[in-house]
């Protein structure tokens, strides 16, 4: 008996060798590819993502920037108290059976809007600072909410990648071209089911006007680019047609090459240039090349308290300019040039000196030419360094 045991036993051995463990290993090698699909960037606390986004208000509609933390089975938001993330969340989403949204143009001054909506029929509207950064809490949020069906989250991955502005192209750049007299769309009456909209155009004139401007090379470049134009709000759809294509949740067929699709520049585009101030403004410091954008808290000059700003940096002309993200105005509340400034990041034991609160960790400080000291917080190391680095280049 015992050599037959022996002999059984090295008998499961050979088949294992053969077979059995290639094809646990096989196993193994696609659940771990699902894991990294459907849980990314997981660190050991169960954290998939976490920063800043500007959260609407149930009761009173007016939006505040939250600290959001995303876990697998929900979405955590809380309070900036002083600098600092209070250690109980301000509230939390629970994902299962949730719905999401982006983008959501439901608010034509706020392109970057996710919205999600819990089984119970409640509504969130959540705010990024950026189209990648938006993009990229989308996508993770789905991917938490899809976290057991795995082609859903490949299929994700693959529609975030295919849909991108090529590096090349200015949106601002277009809807300036598209203004000119001579030379950009024309804008007329159109009628659609007894309305009529003046100063309109048609989808496939956008598409037209945008292949013989030389910006695409074929229609479906110039649909993609339309779609963009729309999403970043210096258009809108107006009439039946074009307004439910938009709110059809599918980004690449929210714009329509149709000629009976009608659409008209933005309302909010015009009061961007609505006075001279303003486009002096828009002229010489908002024209640079964005380098990088991003949440970031900043302490103020007078009362020394501690707010989340959004900040752009721009080069050619080099300007750092902070925008209020709980205002609809698409206006800086402040700014600089950076020439001549100095940058570098602040001690993370205790409290340094300028900083009023408890506030520490991951500061930088800015220097103008003038003197005047910019205290900012980024939320983690490596932020401070990217940012830190990327102003240096440009003083």
């Not at 600092?84 to 509230?91: I, L, T, W």
């Not at 993009?135 to 849909?163: C, E, Y």
Request: overall charge positive.
């Amino acid at each position: 008996h015992r050599g037959g045991r022996s002999w059984r036993n090295q008998c499961s051995l050979k088949t294992l060798r053969r077979g059995t463990v290639g094809n646990c290993l096989n196993t193994l090698r696609h659940t771990l590819s699902f894991l990294y699909l459907a849980a990314r960037m997981q660190d050991v606390s169960g954290i998939l993502k976490e920063g800043f986004l500007v959260k609407r208000g149930h009761i009173v509609h007016n939006w505040k920037a939250r600290w959001f933390v995303l876990l697998q089975d929900k979405l955590l938001y809380y309070k900036l108290d002083g600098g600092r993330k209070e250690p109980s969340p301000k509230g939390r989403i629970i994902l299962d059976g949730c719905t999401i949204t982006c983008p959501c143009l439901e608010y034509e001054n706020r392109p970057l809007v996710i919205k999600l909506k819990t089984k119970t029929n409640t509504e969130y509207f959540l705010e990024s600072c950026s189209r990648e950064e938006r993009d990229s809490w989308a996508l993770d949020i789905t991917g938490a909410i899809h976290a057991g069906h795995p082609v859903q989250v490949q299929q994700l991955h693959r529609m975030k990648n295919s849909f991108k502005l090529p590096s090349n192209i200015s949106l601002n750049h277009i809807v300036d071209k598209m203004h000119d007299n001579s030379n950009g769309i024309k804008l007329i009456p159109n009628m659609e089911q007894g309305n009529t909209y003046k100063e309109s155009f048609t989808g496939s004139a956008l598409v037209d006007w945008l292949i013989s401007s030389n910006f695409v090379a074929s229609r479906f470049e110039a649909v993609t680019l339309a779609s963009m134009l729309m999403e970043e709000n210096f258009i809108k759809p107006v009439g039946a047609r074009s307004t439910e294509a938009m709110r059809s949740g599918d980004l690449a067929e929210q714009f329509l090459d149709d000629s009976t699709a009608l659409y008209m520049f933005a309302e909010s585009y015009k009061r961007k240039l609505g006075s001279r101030e303003e486009l002096h403004l828009h002229i010489l410091e908002l024209s640079g090349t964005i380098v990088n954008q991003g949440y970031l808290v900043k302490q103020g000059h007078k009362r020394k308290n501690w707010k989340v700003r959004r900040f752009v940096l721009r080069a050619d002309p080099a300007f750092l300019h902070y925008y209020n993200p709980t205002k609809e105005e698409n206006r800086p509340v402040g700014g600089f040039s950076l020439r001549g400034c100095l940058v570098s990041a602040l001690e993370d034991n205790g409290v340094p000196t300028g900083v009023k609160g408890n506030v520490q960790g991951n500061l930088f400080k800015i220097i103008t030419k003038n003197d005047i000291h910019y205290y900012i917080q980024a939320s983690s190391k490596a932020e401070r360094a990217q940012w830190i680095e990327a102003i240096k280049r440009l003083t």
